[in-house]
């Protein structure tokens, strides 16, 4: 028998790559004319959903508490500023 390992998902390092989207996207609605507010809200909820996804993988919910609650303050601060 083959003894076969898990694949390991490091949703750790796509949460830094969306953190670094979410900032070019953010950089690039001040500089271009496009209008780029869905694609930000969108960006925000996936790194939301992404801190949560590796924070409920590695067991540390209650330590990354903060910065879950800091992501979701920034999502609806954002989404209210940009649609009311």
Do not use: C, P
């Not at 390992?5 to 750790?12: D, I, L, S, Y």
Request: hydrophobic residues 50%.
């Amino acid at each position: 028998m083959e003894n076969r390992k898990k694949a390991e998902f490091k949703w750790n390092t796509l949460y830094r790559v969306m953190n670094y989207f979410v900032i070019i996207l953010i950089i690039a609605q001040f500089v271009t004319s496009y209008h780029l507010s869905l694609y930000i809200i969108l960006s925000l909820a996936a790194l939301l959903i992404l801190g949560l996804l590796d924070s409920i993988d590695h067991h540390r919910f209650k330590e990354n508490k903060g910065r879950h609650l800091f992501d979701a303050v920034i999502l609806v601060f954002y989404t209210v500023l940009t649609y009311i």
